[in-house]
């Protein structure tokens, strides 16, 4: 018989979910999403910057729906329809495309979905990390609030073009977390996610690369009771060969068809691994012996990661010569980065055998900073503040187990007491460094000003600066910045166009030609530069030498379309040499080649309908 309730009673009998209710169970994940969104209230209304206006504003790959599944089998595309630069990062293009399909070139509209993504980047190192560590210990909450609000994501989360990064290591962290739940439910969906979100997150970018080697450290601190340093006579070498019989090697074996699969697009697509070299002004590691090259790395690795630990100085440039490159071991600084390299060791070993959640810290920042640190493969550029976005999690890992260590330490009464009280300033002071971060972010003007006062001594700061006052008409601005980088690295070509184009402006053309035929010698690829050339020495009445640079244009995209014939870019970039030439029929001509070719490549049907009045007008 069934016991039943009288009227006007209430059952004492308990639900069988007795959770609290929604806002107190999520808490954690509410106070993140808070915090990350507080540090970026400066940033709405900022302008595209740098190469924002070359991977996304002037983008014609971008703009261009039937274009978009090419975007998985070619390079980045800039604005001249160049693939020259050596980066193979389809996805991160991809949701640059969809992003303008749906909010144009609104710049708002890009910000929006690079702090989602940041947001759902800290909340996944939360989950993750709970798993981890245990849903009754706070380092997952001190882990994903400071990597919220540290000021060092400024730049991968701001810069619109940094979005690789943070693409990357959502997707990387999805893999993670899919990891753990395949390692916990030995689900095989579970393990066909985790290898699908690595190789996305490698689409992306290359710097999620290292996962296959932080899954294994994951199972190594984490999955397995591991240790070097245990007396129950079995040698290390035994008890390492007895977690490897523990590993789930099924899910490895996907992580490498994934990684080779990544490799192989990556190859066809920029007919080699490592894709073009950079240039000097950018990475001036580039050619150097193994020495000056290891040494100088090295001191980028530590400069890197004291700027974690001491977040005052940032910058949006390091190239050449802010970064002095270190030439012998017996100077010095070499001597200097030899006992730091030593200190890094003996502590790797000493956290190995004592701590091994602080060296798994300090395992994670090593690996996955491994990519970029120029040791292995010379990247684009010597150092840059958005690099440091994955790797930065490992050292912010072990800050938060000290933090944590404090709040369980029985003697350490007071401290005990005020623990929170202290993260939560330390947290407000990071959020307003990241807010003055932000702000450097909001024009050209603006972040070029930060950079030189950063980065006084690189040639491409002042260049940037330059090129900024160059777009306010301040020509006097511009030159005498142009100038101040030429003093810094007069090999450049870029300069040369740049102090060339500005003395045109200035109406002094006999100036001007030597610097722009110099240009034109270092950057012959570049018709940009031939058009400077062309212009100025039209003004000067040297028209057959005008007419000599204006067919080197055209010949540069004859050899474009015989090399791509198919590719509507470079018929849209003759079309527009063409018309700018007057010659509009022909101009004409290459349009409607670009139309055939892709349909729906907008700015080719505007610039045949422009021909078209124009010609009627006549």
Request: proline content about 5%; overall charge positive.
């Amino acid at each position: 018989m069934k016991h039943k309730t009288p009227k006007g009673r209430k059952s004492r009998k308990k639900t069988v979910d007795s959770r609290p209710s929604w806002p107190i169970r999520y808490w954690p994940e509410l106070l993140i999403v808070v915090a990350g969104l507080l540090c970026d209230f400066n940033s709405w209304g900022h302008k595209f910057v740098l190469d924002d206006t070359s991977y996304i504003v002037n983008n014609l790959s971008l703009q261009s729906p039937s274009h978009f599944l090419k975007l998985f089998v070619s390079p980045l595309v800039t604005e001249i329809g160049s693939t020259a630069n050596g980066l193979y990062r389809p996805l991160t293009a991809f949701t640059f495309a969809l992003n303008y399909q749906v909010t144009g070139l609104s710049p708002d509209g890009f910000h929006f979905i690079n702090r989602i993504l940041h947001i759902f980047v800290c909340l996944t190192v939360f989950w993750v990390l709970r798993r981890m560590f245990g849903s009754s210990s706070h380092v997952p909450h001190f882990t994903a609030l400071l990597f919220a609000v540290h000021p060092i994501q400024s730049e991968a989360v701001t810069y619109l073009t940094g979005r690789s990064d943070t693409l990357a290591m959502l997707l990387m962290m999805w893999a993670w977390l899919t990891f753990l739940r395949a390692r916990a439910t030995q689900r095989k969906g579970a393990v066909m996610a985790s290898v699908v979100f690595y190789f996305l997150a490698m689409l992306s970018k290359e710097s999620a690369v290292p996962w296959i080697s932080i899954a294994l450290l994951t199972e190594l601190v984490f999955l397995s009771d591991f240790s070097i340093w245990r007396a129950d006579g079995q040698s290390v070498f035994r008890r390492l060969f007895l977690f490897l019989r523990q590993v789930s090697w099924p899910v490895y074996i996907g992580y490498v068809l994934a990684l080779g699969s990544y490799l192989s697009l990556r190859f066809a697509a920029l007919k080699n691994i490592s894709g073009v070299p950079p240039q000097f002004i950018d990475n001036p590691l580039i050619h150097q012996s193994i020495v000056v090259r290891i040494l100088t790395a090295m001191k980028v690795l530590f400069l890197s990661g004291s700027q974690i630990f001491w977040p005052a100085h940032f910058s949006a440039d390091y190239s050449f010569n802010q970064i002095p490159l270190i030439s012998r071991w017996t100077s010095p600084a070499g001597v200097t980065i030899l006992l730091l390299m030593c200190g890094v060791m003996a502590l790797l070993i000493w956290t190995a055998l004592r701590a091994l959640r602080v060296f798994f810290g300090i395992a994670y920042f090593l690996l996955t900073y491994s990519v970029v640190s120029n040791l292995f493969i010379i990247i684009g550029t010597i150092r840059a503040d958005r690099v440091l976005y994955m790797p930065s999690l490992g050292i912010l890992l072990i800050g938060a187990l000290g933090i944590d260590r404090i709040e369980h330490q029985p003697s350490l009464v007071v401290a005990k007491h005020y623990v929170w009280t202290g993260f939560s300033v330390l947290l407000l002071l990071l959020g307003i460094r990241t807010a003055v971060r932000n702000a450097d972010w909001r024009d050209a003007f603006s972040l070029a000003s930060s950079t030189v006062r950063q980065s006084p001594n690189s040639a491409k700061a002042h260049e940037e600066l330059g090129t900024a006052y160059f777009d306010r008409k301040d020509f006097v601005g511009a030159l005498e910045e142009f100038r101040i980088g030429e003093k810094i690295f007069p090999e450049s070509p870029q300069l040369m166009n740049d102090i060339g184009g500005t003395l045109l402006n200035q109406g002094k053309v006999a100036e001007a030609i030597p610097y722009l035929r110099r240009a034109a010698d270092g950057l012959p690829n570049i018709p940009s530069i031939r058009y400077n050339l062309m212009v100025a020495l039209t003004k000067q009445g040297d028209f057959q030498e005008a007419q000599k640079q204006y067919a080197l244009i055209l010949e540069y995209y004859d050899d474009l379309i015989r090399q791509q014939p198919d590719n509507p870019y470079h018929h849209f970039n003759k079309g527009n040499a063409l018309f700018f030439g007057g010659r509009n029929q022909e101009a004409q001509q290459e349009f409607e080649r670009t139309l055939q070719l892709d349909p729906s490549f907008t700015p080719a049907q505007k610039s045949v309908e422009l021909i078209q009045r124009r010609m009627q007008g006549r």
